[in-house]
C-alpha cells in the first residue's frame, strides 16, 4: 500500500513539528524579555540558532535524497521530516524576528525563508494532487504510450496522403513536422498547442497556425468536398479520422505536459531561494555581530 | 472458442519456421502487457490494445484505443475479420489464415526484432528543465552570489574607512551598511547614528561605554555599593538601539525590582517590588524650620512617613482651603466668586509640577495691605518687616510735615513760614507714635497675622515683631518622576488627589497617599490588576539614575 510523505509513519514528523512549533510559541508567551522582543534576547538567540540549524539541515536534503547507498532513513521519511519540520520554520523565525522588519538584510533573510517555505508548500500541493491527475489525463497509459501512439498516426496518416497525391503528402508531412506542443515554459505552463502547418494558397506556400489541427482538418473537409470520386473522398475522410485522433492525444499530450510543467516549477522557485536564503542567513548571521 | 495463433520466424538461414499455439477462450487479447494472449513488445501498442472476440457469428478485432487498429491499412476501432486481412499494431503485422480443423479462428504472428528498439524519441518532446532555460544548480549560483555581492561585499566597503564609507553612504544607489541595521536608531540618535562606527567602534565588540561617553556624562546609579551587583554592565546593557518600538530606556520592572524587591540587610532601603502589593507606602521629603537664634530660621529635611500622625508641613505659613475653596465663593474685591485651584496653582511649562505660589501674583488680589481706611489704595509692602514699619513712619511723617496737602492731620499755620525745629521734632515723633500703632494692628490683628506666624519681640524697640520665615517644599516626593500634565485626564480633578476642600490647615499634607495612587495604577503585570489599573513598572515614576530634584541639592 502506497504511503504518501504526509501520512508517513502515522505522521510522525507533523508531530515532532508541532511539538516544536508550540513549545516556541510556549517560551515566547512565557517569556518576559527586559527589552522589547527581539532576536538578540536570550531566547531570540535561541530560536535563532534552532532556526538556523533546521535551515542547513533541511538544505541538507537535496543531498540526501541523492545517497541512494545511504542507510540513514528512508528518503520518504527524510521528504516527510523535510515538509513538517520546515513549516515550523514559519512559526520559529517568525518568533525569532520579534515581529520586528524592516529594509534589511535580516528582513530579506527572512522573507526568502518564507518564500522557500511557499514554494515548497506548493510543491507538496502539486505532488499530492498532479501525478494522480496526470494518470487519469492519460488513462492510466504512460506518456511514452501516447507518443508512441501519435507517432503510429503520423505513420499511417503519411501513407494515406501518399496514395491521395503529392499535394496531400506535402500537407500532411509539414503538419507532421511542425506539430509542437509547449515550445517555450509559458506555453507549456498554459498547454498551449503552438503547432502549425503549410498551406498553399493561389501558388504560394504559407505558413498557418495549426493549433488542434483546426487548419488540417479545415483543409481536408475542403478537399473531400470537391472530391471526383468516392474513393478519394472516403480515403481524405480517413485521413480526417486519423487527424482528429491525433487531435485528441495532442490535447491529452497538452494536459500532460502542463501537469508536468506545474509539478517540475516550483523546483526552479524552491532550490535557487533556498541558495539565497543560505547567503542572506549567513550575512544575517556576520552583520548582527559585526557591528555588535 | 478456440483460437489458434501461429508464431513464425525466420531462422538464421533465414527460411520460416513456425509454431503453433492453441488457445481456448471466449476472446484473444492483445497488448503490451505480460498477462496478454498475444504479448507485445512494442511501446506503440498500449498495455490492453485490443480484442479479438465472435460477435453476431463474426469474427471482430475491436480497440479501445485512440490510434485503433490498422486493418488492411485502414485505421479502424472495430473492424471485422475474414480471412487473408492484415492487422497492424504499432511494427507488428498479424495475418488472418484459414483456421485448421477443430479451430474456429487463426491468426499468423511474425515475429520481427524488438519492435520497440526502432522508436526515436520525438524531439519535439523536451523535459521542462530543457526548456526553462537556466538549470536550477545556475539559478541558485547567481542567486546566491548576487545576495552576497549586493548585500555583503558592496556595504562591506564601508569598513575600508571613512572616506569610502561617506562615499557609500552618500549615494542614493551603492548599498551602504544602512542595510545591515537591525532595526531604527532612536531619534534622540538620529545626529551620530549616520556613521555606524560612531558607536560601532570597533567590529565584532560591543559597543563600549567610551563610545556614549563622547556625548554623555551620568554618574551611575552605581557610584555606591550596587557596583558589585551590576559587575560587568555596560551603557548599552540597558539602552538598547535597534529595537520596535524604539526603547531607549528600558522600562521593565526587574530592571529595578531584581534587585530592590530582595536588598541585603544593610541596605539602608526599604524592599520595593510591585507597585501594587510590594511597594512601601510613601515617604514624605518635608522642610522643617530649625530656630537658630533670634529671629533665625535654617531649613533642614527630613524624610518621614507620610501617614504618620506627627507629619505634618512646616512652612510657617496660615492657610485654609477649605475657606478658599468655598462652594458658596468668597469675597474678592470683584464681588463674590466661586475660586477654583487653578487660580493660584500653575503649572510650570511642560506642566510636570506647579509653580510656586506667591503673594505679589496669587494672594495680593484679596489679601491687600491697605492699613488706612481714608486712603484704602495705600498699601504697605510684602517681605519685609522692617521696610512695613519704615513705610508707615515715612507715610505719617508726610501727612504730619506736609508733604501731603490733602493730609487731615497737617498743622495749620501761616502761609509761607517754615516749621521751627521744635514742630518738626513733635511732628516727627508724632508721626512714628501713629506708625507703630498701626504696624501693631497690621502684624498682631488684621493683615500679616492672618498668614504668617507673627511674635512680638521684647528687647528690640524698633522691630519688636518677628514674622517666621516662610519656605514652601517643592517637592514632596523628589525620587518620584510625577506630571500633573499627564495625569489632566477627563475622569480626575485636582480632588482626586488633593483632599483640599477638606483642609482647614496649612499642616495638612494634601499629597496623596499610595492607596490614591493604586486606584489607577496597578502590577507591571496586566492580569493582576484591575480594570481601572494600568500596567506600572518601577521606571514609570522613579530614575535608575540618580539625578537631584527639588530641595534635594
Redesign the interface.
Known sequence: MHESVLAFRKRRYLWVALLLAGLAILAYWFDDPQEPANGGTPLGYALGALGALLILWLTWFGVRKRRYSSTLGSVQGWLSAHVYLGTSLLVIVLLHTGFQFGWNVHTLAFTLMMLVILSGLFGVYVYMKYPERMSENRGGAPRIELIDQLEDIDRRSARVAAELGADFLEFVSSGIQRTQLGATLWQRLRGHDSSQILVRQGGQTQIAANAGQETALDWLAEQQSIAGDGETAAAIGELSALIRNKRRLLRQLGEDLKLQAKLEIWLYAHVPLTAGLIAALLIHILTVFLYW | MRFLIRFIKKNAAGDAEHSDKIISAPAITIG?ATDQMLHLR??????EHATIERKNGDVHIKTG????V?VN???QRDAKLAIGDGIEV?ANIMRVIEPPDGVDFALSFELGDDAGAE?L??S??TP??G????S??R??????????IV??ALPGLSLLGPGVASVMRGSELLPD????????VHSGHSSTAAN?ENC?TS?????PDDACMACHTADRHVAGGAQAVLGEARCAS?H?EH???P?LV?Q?Q??CADCHQNLPADANLQNAGDFLDAHPDFRVSLLRPVVTGASEVEWSIEHVALAAATTADRSNLKFDHQVHLDREGIITPDGKRVVDCAECHVPEPGGARMLPVSMDEHCSGCHTLSFDPDDPTRVVPHGDPAAVVQSLVEYYSARLLGADPDAAEQRVRRPGAALTRADRDKAAAEARTKALAVAEDLFERRACTNCHEVSKLDNNADMPWWVRPVRLTESFFPHANFSHAAHDTEVTSCNSCHAARESRSAHDLLMPDIETCRDCHGSALERRNKESQTPSTCIMCHSFHFEAKGNHQ
Open positions: 503490451r512494442d511501446r506503440r501498442a498500449r498495455l484505443t485512440i490510434a485503433g490498422t491499412g485502414r485505421s504499432g522508436f524519441e520525438q519535439w518532446i521542462t528543465s526548456i526553462a532555460g537556466w536550477k544548480r539559478l541558485s549560483w547567481s542567486l546566491a552570489a548576487l545576495i552576497i548585500a555583503f551598511d544602512g542595510w545591515w541595521l537591525a532595526g531604527p555606524c560601532h567590529t565584532f565588540q560591543r559597543v540597558c538598547l529595537n520596535e518600538p526603547e528600558k521593565h526587574g530592571l
